[in-house]
């Protein structure tokens, strides 16, 4: 059973710096792409950013410029930097993993950490 735990979320003023972390443990398992979604209350969850196995990344056009994904692929994690914080960045925070694990490709997602950014 693979699982993915998140840390790092928390309140920061508008202007500041968070980095979440997240590691996929199981056994078993290699990972294709990782990736960050969000979902603030009332909104749909959106992709803020993804990146390959390779370490190519892409991004929302909202955080481009502030944000920065990056993996350890021997540590199985996945990081988000996320830099010049501003309040309509608020929203819990979810890792996504394209997994393949004893035969079966899925996605797995973490339990969400919630990011507030105060103005």
């Known amino acids: 059973q693979v699982q993915l735990v998140e840390s790092g979320g928390g309140l920061v003023q508008a202007g500041g710096s968070l980095r979440l972390s997240c590691a996929a443990s199981?056994?078993?398992?290699?990972?294709?792409?990782m990736g960050w979604y969000r979902q603030a209350p009332g909104n749909q969850r959106e992709l803020v950013a993804i990146?390959?196995?390779?370490?190519?990344?892409n991004y929302a056009d909202s955080v481009k410029g502030r944000f920065t994904i990056s993996r350890d692929n021997a540590k199985n994690t996945v990081y988000l930097q996320m830099n010049t914080l501003k309040p309509e960045d608020t929203a819990v925070y979810y890792c996504?993993?394209?997994?393949?694990?004893?035969?079966?490709?899925?996605?797995?997602w973490g339990q969400g950490t919630q990011v507030t950014v105060s103005s």
């Open positions: 199981g056994s078993g398992f290699s990972i294709n792409h």
């Open positions: 996504n993993a394209n997994i393949f694990n004893y035969g079966s490709l899925r996605n797995y």
């Open positions: 990146i390959s196995s390779g370490g190519r990344t």
